[in-house]
């Protein structure tokens, strides 16, 4: 058996695993909740063993795994998971087993969770030993989705998905990208490494998911890198892939905030109950940021948006021919100018994308840009800033220096957030700078 320390002082995480692709996926994640301690049962519905055996998972877990409400202990029991002796409903110990799961798994995580299971939970349907124990247990409920793109964005979805976190369900938003029926969007399982920390954060009593704390703001995001047109084919850009801004986007969304997605160009989906707002060049961004700002509390500048574009852009294709050297002129300072225009009491946060991690000088583009915040990011460290998974940052303000060590970008737009509203409160040092 992997993992799972036996010694009473691993936390029990019972792993629910409904009928999807991604049913696969589940076994990493027993074994990624075993990496960081945990005992880990598995619980799969009917739907789930058409992709996964259930023999894989006792022999992960070293339990046997539960797949009815009725086969009690014996039943499948053995490898093959065919009965063995009557149904009886009961564990090892006699007790009704729906119910001694319930009490004595200390987190509940439903991944893959398919919209059906979200239904269910909805409307408190109890069909199966899955769905009977969400009900009984008082365990934290963890959910990580995974289907199609357009069920999950169907608004049944998304009204089962907002009664349930209204509930203190916490939620592991999936990905976007290519799905398994072919399509492309919001939809994909979140990463096991995701998935377990949600567990782990949810077992420590850290929730992020149920905290309605920016209820009342409007967050206007920029994310993505612009682009500077050259000729009708050809553009200046940079590698912002809009991870970290959409990340931002979708916490604040989470957390109870109208948001406002500026996007310059990315391969991303825009993300769920987000206005969004697509643009290419600096210009349009600036154009389409002031447009919104009017509404706006907080304004974070989380686009890396062209320092210069061309003074004038060729009509046409520009010819190969020998050296060419562009003419370019300086764009516009966004985040300056919404600095220059906010009303009182918005905040504004800026983003330095710098190849160190030196304070004074982030603190001195703070000055210089008249904000409130500015996000330091090291990008000439691997595997953080542009177009990575993960991120690391220095949350600097005139007061203070908050470093948010590497992490999922989704992880530090929380933190980032949780700064955001600590500056909200006036506390930490930080006090609400008027323009
Ligand atoms: O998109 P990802 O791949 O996830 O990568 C994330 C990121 C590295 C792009 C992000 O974390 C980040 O650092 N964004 C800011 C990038 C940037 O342009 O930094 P800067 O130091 O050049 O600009 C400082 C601030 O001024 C930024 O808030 C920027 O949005 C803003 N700015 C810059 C130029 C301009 N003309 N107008 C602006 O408002």
Redesign the pocket.
């Known amino acids: 058996m992997a993992g799972a320390a036996k010694n009473g002082v691993a936390p029990w995480v019972t792993v629910g695993v409904c009928g999807g692709v991604a049913a696969y996926k589940a076994a990493e994640l027993v074994r990624e909740l075993q990496q960081r301690g945990a005992d880990v049962h598995v619980v799969m519905t009917r739907a789930a063993e058409e992709f996964v055996r259930p023999l894989t998972f006792s022999s992960l877990t070293g339990h046997r795994t539960i797949t009815s409400m009725w086969s009690g202990w014996g039943e499948d029991s053995s490898p093959t998971g065919l009965a063995a002796e009557p149904a009886s409903g009961l564990d090892e110990q006699g007790q009704i087993e729906h119910i001694s799961e319930a009490q004595g798994a200390q987190a509940l995580v439903i991944a893959p969770a398919t919209a059906h299971v979200l239904a269910k939970m909805a409307h408190g349907l109890a069909d199966d030993f899955l769905s009977t124990m969400i009900l009984a247990t008082t365990a934290p409920v963890i959910v990580a989705p995974a289907m199609n793109v357009n069920m999950w964005n169907h608004a049944a979805t998304q009204a089962n998905v907002r009664l349930l976190r209204e509930r203190g369900v916490i939620f592991v938003e999936p990905d976007s990208g290519y799905l398994a029926c072919g399509m492309t969007g919001a939809g994909r399982l979140a990463s096991v490494e995701a998935i377990a920390q949600a567990v782990m954060d949810a077992l420590a009593g850290v929730v992020h998911e149920s905290k309605q704390d920016l209820a009342g703001e409007t967050i206007l995001v920029?994310?993505?890198?612009t682009r500077e047109a050259i000729d009708p084919v050809r553009f200046l850009g940079?590698?912002?892939?809009?991870?970290?801004?959409?990340?931002i986007a979708e916490a604040a969304r989470r957390r109870g905030a109208q948001v406002v997605l500026v996007s310059a160009p990315?391969a991303l989906d825009p993300p769920a109950g987000c206005a969004f707002v697509p643009v290419t060049s600096?210009e349009e961004?600036?154009t389409a940021v002031m447009e919104h700002m009017a509404q706006a509390t907080v304004v974070v500048?989380?686009?890396?948006?062209?320092?210069f574009r061309m003074a004038t852009v060729s009509a046409e294709k520009l010819r190969r021919k020998g050296a060419l050297h562009l003419d370019l002129e300086?764009?516009?300072?966004?985040?300056?100018?919404?600095v220059d225009a906010r009303g009182a009491g918005t905040l504004v946060i800026?983003?330095?994308?710098?190849m160190d991690a030196d304070i004074a000088r982030a603190r001195e583009?703070l000055r210089v840009?008249g904000?409130d915040a500015?996000?330091l990011?090291d990008?000439s460290r691997a595997g953080i800033?542009?177009?990575?998974e993960r991120?690391a940052?220095v949350f600097v303000t005139a007061e203070r220096a908050v470093e948010i060590p590497e992490m999922l970008?989704r992880d530090v737009a929380e933190q980032i957030l949780d700064e955001v509203v600590g500056m909200r409160a006036g506390h930490g040092g930080c006090s609400l700078a008027q323009p």
């Open positions: 920029t994310a993505g890198g940079n590698r912002s892939s809009g991870k970290m801004g959409y990340a990315t600096a961004m600036r500048g989380a686009a890396a948006v062209a320092d300086p764009t516009e300072d966004i985040v300056r100018e919404v800026a983003f330095a994308a710098e583009k840009k904000a500015i996000v990011n990008v800033g542009f177009d990575a991120n940052a970008k």
